[in-house]
DNA sequence: TGCTGTTATTTTGGATCCAAAAATAGGTTT
DNA sequence: AAACCTATTTTTGGATCCAAAATAACAGCA
């Protein structure tokens, strides 16, 4: 187990992302202390932390309150992934891939392709189309051989609707979503080809695209319906 | 004067900016706090916050180090600045200027048309220029409308060679320098052309070519000198 | 000499304490 | 009823204290 700074991180950054505090609410130090289980100090440290994420803000007056986002901060913070995996996607391109790196992604898509040849999705595949699509993108967003980069991407990550990983699926209507995750299939195919060709302005373009797609399940956070579907 | 915590923030800042500590130095939370003066309560927090930026990471056993920077990670460092930019760029053109956006990118360009004037830029030129080139990115940024987009291009920026403010000049040899800024001033007035007439994909791809004569100055940074020129 | 296990010292992480600043509440005046 | 000033309470920021972890120093041994 970590230290109890880092687990006061995590937690509050769950303890946030789940509405506990409603956004433009304040957080008082020892209440977030009394929940957690921990004194004073490593809830100031995590509060440092989590402003710089960009989940909690200094007010005018005193202290943090949570970020309050509106659904364009939403789609920004997509299209921030978009062009970051995108220079990401380019340079890796531009560099060729590695033995290891083509067959991890190979490995993906063979993966999701035995995933769609059914005709709809269970529930469980959910979490294995979440499992094959977070191995693409941490394959493309290291490949990029740069830690700058892979760091500018996890910062955007922290916000929690910008992740790759943050497509929030409709379990009730699994037959509907399964066309969305099969077009985000045929989009890595895209990502892939170009990738291997060496084509790195079609890759940044394509990863560019395959961003978007991330808004078709942004439902929850209230986004405009012309930008749903 | 701020809190003693955030003086520790930007003090540090400065210091390993400077090279007070060589990349991947430890840093002592006792030796920081003696030379600022402070208990090791604000140095802590701070180094949180550092750490964030990118300028401290934690080692594999304890504590921090500087960061150390490649070569590649400056021209990353440039790129994400660049893709950035570009996108508020965008959204920038897409939108329309606002009256106000207009006029406060004119008086860039007019102020810098008469920078430009004389043959040749004397030292104190230079500071001019640097306040010109940075109210023209700010109207950019903030004209993108987006807080999540100022943010992410905030926290590159932190990054002491990424920031558009970055621009170092050999006051050595002004004559030479003159070219290059001269060349920064007309991009600048593509982007406004670009801008002005709503063409919002030619302001991003002209706000990502521009970010690279940044890395132009960039010989302090030990780039390679096929990079330079 | 080189290696290993043990002890001593340093350094960090968390809790507590205290003072200063800020928010709140209450009462007064207009 | 609204604005203003004051007093009380709350909350934060910084310093200090203590324990645990980690690093460094050292002795014993192959």
Redo the contacts between chains.
């Keep these: 187990m970590g230290s109890a700074s880092n687990v006061a991180v995590t937690s509050l950054r769950k303890l946030i992302s789940d509405g506990y505090w409603k956004p433009g609410e304040k957080l008082r130090e020892v209440q977030v202390a009394e929940i957690l289980g921990v004194s004073r100090t490593p809830i100031?440290?995590a509060f440092?932390?989590l402003?710089?994420?960009?989940l909690l803000e200094k007010t005018g007056k005193q202290g943090f309150v949570v970020r309050e986002?509106s659904a364009?901060?939403v789609l920004?913070?997509v299209?921030?992934r978009g062009?970051?995996e995108?220079?990401a996607a380019r340079r890796l391109a531009e560099r060729g891939l590695s033995a290891r790196d083509q067959e991890a992604l190979q490995q993906c898509l063979d993966d999701s392709e035995t995933l769609f040849e059914k005709e709809s999705l269970v529930e469980e595949d959910i979490s294995r189309w979440a499992d094959i699509n977070s191995r693409f993108h941490a394959v493309i967003v290291n490949g990029?051989?740069?830690?700058?980069?892979a760091?500018?991407i996890a910062?955007?990550n922290h916000?929690p609707f910008a992740s790759s990983d943050s497509i929030i699926i409709d379990a009730a209507h699994l037959q509907k979503e399964f066309r969305k995750l099969h077009l985000a299939h045929q989009q890595h195919q895209m990502v892939y080809q170009a990738l291997v060709m060496g084509e790195g302005t079609r890759a940044e373009m394509l990863m560019r695209e395959h961003a978007y797609i991330g808004l078709r399940y942004g439902r929850l956070f209230g986004l405009p319906d012309a930008l749903q579907d």
Excluded: M
């Excluded at 402003?51 to 960009?54: A, K």
């Excluded at 990029?144 to 980069?149: A, M, V």
């Design positions: 100031r440290l440092r932390t402003e710089q994420e960009g986002f364009d901060d920004c913070g299209e921030i062009v970051l995108g220079l990029s051989g740069s830690r700058t980069i760091d500018a910062r955007n916000l």
